[in-house]
């Protein structure tokens, strides 16, 4: 039992909120669907609340892709375990690495490595628009981190594979190798280090992927 006095005060851990924010302007994939908001009930005579319907493609906004986004026969993400998406991880800066993160590219913060990566490329991550030669992943660099335990990646762009794809080549490691992932994440103001992931998946039985609210607390 603690011997620490109820009334002691409480160093409360510092939160990063990696999640870029979502409305209408929000980029999306060329041809997904964007953020759209309606009411379906607004505050008035004779009704007491606000009440939105939303309509949005799952990859809106910081997301988490389930093995369904690119196998006919993967699970959806509200069957997904959660164990991936919550504990120790690490923030790699790769910032302007290039059309493709590479192994030589994280080689500087590879000890100790947990089981939890994120990968920032980006100076500045483009809200206002969809970046079309985003930076993705080499396959060769997730096959490096699934050797080292690792479970999940995250990037901050849209994609872990080039926007104009059709093989989807990092997209099928992940699949091989069992890899959760996350995509566009917001890790400006992100310091390289280690942190505790937290970016749960919403369960969503059919669905190909879920919005997750992704924040880092320091350790």
């Keep these: 039992m603690s011997d620490t006095p109820f009334n002691a005060p409480v160093r409360s851990r510092r939160l990063w909120d990696i999640s870029p924010p979502v409305h209408r302007a929000a980029p999306v994939f060329p041809g997904d669907t964007p953020y759209q908001q309606q009411w379906a009930a607004t505050l008035g005579p004779g009704c007491p609340v606000n009440v939105a319907t939303l309509t949005l493609s799952p990859h809106v906004g910081a997301h988490a892709d389930a093995p369904l986004h690119y196998s006919p026969e993967g699970a959806a993400v509200g069957a997904l375990d959660l164990a991936p998406y919550l504990g120790p991880c690490r923030v790699i800066h790769a910032i302007d690495c290039g059309p493709l993160v ?118």
């Design 102 to 219: 590479q192994p030589e590219h994280l080689r500087h913060a590879m000890q100790s490595l947990p089981p939890r990566v994120l990968v920032r490329t980006y100076a500045r991550m483009p809200q206002d628009r969809f970046d079309t030669a985003l930076p993705a992943f080499a396959p060769r660099t997730l096959e490096g981190l699934a050797d080292l335990g690792v479970l999940l990646v995250g990037i901050d762009s849209a994609s872990v594979d080039p926007a104009d794809s059709k093989t989807l080549d990092s997209h099928q490691v992940l699949r091989r190798r069992g890899l959760r992932v996350l995509e566009n994440l917001l890790l400006d103001a992100v310091p390289e280090g280690d942190y505790e992931l937290i970016a749960l998946p919403l369960k969503l039985t059919e669905a190909d992927a879920s919005p997750v609210r992704a924040v880092l607390r320091e350790l």
